[in-house]
């Protein structure tokens, strides 16, 4: 039995939380020209860096700076009706209706009971389509892997000029989705863990494909639940760009989101977690502190650069609500008279502990001694380049690295020039690592929502780096040996992974980092660096290929989030992930 969803885009309704940034109004070539102008003329050292490199043939690096000149945004993901034509693979199983073909049952969301005979149900939802051969695939992906309970795919965005916006979604992340519906309404279920969940008949038919997963997640655990990194359906925006045609109405539509996540959550025995929702749609979770906060050790190092140190600690003691805390400064030699006159002052009135670390600059090293002598059950590193905006920027941190199982938590940080500096670490770009959202505006949501919904990444940047003191030392800290400075919070993350605990990146936290302002690079500093790039492959060469919180569709050698691989969607896994 197979009950397809009504055809055609629907009424018009708000956008879906998870999608704003593709209805976000991006800068007219006139206008980001004219500031290219402005930022050229007052770079010239850039400039001429990007014409050398465009000259002489290297055009990803002139790619790389122009972007980090003129910043980024979701404009190059727009596909043209021909490039959508030409690199469409050919459908598995053909054009077959899905409701023709064996096994299948398709089910509209928002169709009522959703029982039936075959062994594999698809949901859909008004708006929205299976593409030829998806139905085929799901078939093929859960005959694979036998513990599969819940596949979900890629999906299309099909403006009315016949313009696509791919929306490439990550491995199944449950903080994430019980932020903001990252995965959409088509979903392909098997029927017997449905049959697991005992009675579904009061299952609310908007976000309903949210709900099953919870629960199937609930009773076979996460690794239940894949992605199929493919295009598997398509909806179509309605003639206002800005509305998106099966996103569900207001206030009714967001309460009943709010009480499947509230469901999930007395569920697994999590009723002291409190649910705030955002005028954006997304939700917040607030994750219950001890009945007595506990004292957070703020581990800053620094060499001087009192006009970086400075504003960074007066932002830690007058910006910072969070009343349990010390702060330690590493000294790693600072040399200049004003310097010691104000660590004098600072232990004087007993606002920090001076740490002296001298020799060359080793951040592992420092923050691990710092670390051994810190009082706090929660280690808070911070570069001597961050200042803190907003009092709660901690308390949200430290709700987070307080569960059991979240080891490393890091904030949203702004450069200098108002964009995003860090978005959580991702794993491959360039062969190596990047930030997330690199360059692109502050206030930009994020491509589905990245920016503003709490959610699982690789690793996150010391820069500002939370994470409880015992599970730090379980894992013997930074790795010094082999990362004296650069990739150690990689690695640091990477390692309380592998200990079985997750890596969160929390927008809600925002500082701002002026990043490397302290740094100097020399001919041993380069070498250095090497070093350490080779150790990094050497140590996590295989996660480097591939991070499963970023879709490999994406271009790796421009940013993140930008631009889409050329032999898209070619390239990408067959396998759910």
């Not at 959703?114 to 299976?130: E, F, K, M, S």
Request: aromatic letters at 6%; hydrophobic letters at 45%; glycine letters at 10%.
């Amino acid at each position: 039995m197979s009950e397809a969803c009504p055809p055609g885009p629907g009424p018009s309704a708000e956008v879906e939380p998870a999608l704003r940034f593709a209805s976000s109004p991006a800068v007219t070539a006139p206008r980001r020209w004219a500031g290219a102008i402005r930022l050229f003329a007052g770079a010239p050292r850039e400039t001429a860096a990007i014409l050398r490199a465009r000259l002489t043939g290297r055009r990803v690096r002139a790619a790389q700076r122009l972007a980090a000149v003129l910043g980024l945004d979701h404009r190059g993901l727009w596909c043209s009706s021909s490039r959508l034509v030409r690199l469409m693979p050919a459908p598995r199983g053909g054009d077959v209706d899905p409701a023709q073909i064996p096994g299948v049952d398709l089910r509209c969301a928002s169709a009522g009971a959703i029982d039936g005979p075959a062994p594999l149900v698809i949901l859909t939802a008004p708006g929205h389509g299976l593409l030829p051969g998806a139905a085929a695939q799901f078939q093929a992906a859960f005959a694979d892997d036998p513990a599969r309970q819940a596949i979900y795919g890629d999906a299309l965005l099909i403006r009315p000029d016949g313009a696509a916006m791919p929306l490439l979604r990550p491995a199944f992340d449950r903080d994430y989705l019980m932020g903001v519906d990252y995965i959409g309404p088509v979903v392909a279920l098997r029927r017997s863990g449905l049959a697991a969940l005992g009675d579904i008949a009061e299952v609310p038919a908007h976000h309903r494909a949210t709900d099953l997963i919870l629960r199937l997640a609930d009773r076979f655990g996460a690794g239940a639940i894949g992605h199929l990194p493919r295009p598997v359906s398509q909806s179509i925006l309605a003639p206002d760009p800005t509305l998106h045609a099966a996103a569900p109405r207001g206030e009714g539509a967001r309460s009943a989101r709010h009480a499947i996540i509230r469901s999930a959550l007395d569920r697994a025995g999590m009723g002291g977690v409190a649910i705030e929702a955002g005028h954006d749609g997304i939700l917040t979770l607030r994750h219950p502190l001890p009945a007595e906060p506990p004292l957070v050790s703020l581990i800053v190092p620094t060499r001087d650069r009192l006009d970086l140190l400075r504003p960074c600690i007066d932002s830690l003691l007058e910006r910072t609500d969070w009343q349990p805390r010390e702060i330690l400064i590493c000294d790693n030699g600072s040399a200049e008279p004003a310097t010691h006159r104000y660590f004098r002052d600072l232990a004087e009135r007993g606002l920090a502990r001076i740490v002296p670390c001298d020799g060359p600059f080793d951040f592992a090293a420092m923050n691990n001694a710092a670390a051994r002598l810190a009082r706090g059950r929660v280690l808070a590193f911070i570069n001597n380049d961050v200042s803190t905006r907003q009092p709660d920027w901690l308390e949200r941190l430290v709700r987070e690295a307080l569960r059991p199982d979240v080891g490393a938590v890091g904030a949203k940080l702004v450069d200098g020039q108002g964009r995003i500096q860090h978005g959580g670490v991702l794993l491959g770009p360039g062969g190596l690592v990047t930030h997330a959202h690199r360059h692109f505006p502050e206030a930009a949501p994020g491509y589905l929502a990245a920016l503003s919904a709490t959610r699982a990444v690789s690793a996150v940047t010391a820069a500002c780096l939370v994470v409880e003191a015992a599970k730090f030392a379980a894992v013997g800290g930074f790795d010094g040996q082999a990362f004296a400075v650069d990739f150690n919070d990689v690695d640091l993350c990477l390692r309380l992974n592998a200990a079985g605990y997750r890596t969160l990146f929390v927008p809600g936290a925002v500082l701002d980092h002026f990043e490397a302002a302290s740094r100097r690079w020399t001919p041993e500093a380069l070498a250095r660096h090497q070093r350490e790039v080779a150790a990094l492959k050497r140590q996590w060469g295989p996660l480097l290929a591939q991070d499963p919180h970023y879709h490999p569709g994406f271009d790796p050698d421009l940013g993140s989030y930008a631009r889409l691989r050329l032999d898209w969607p070619g390239a990408c896994p067959v396998s759910p992930r």
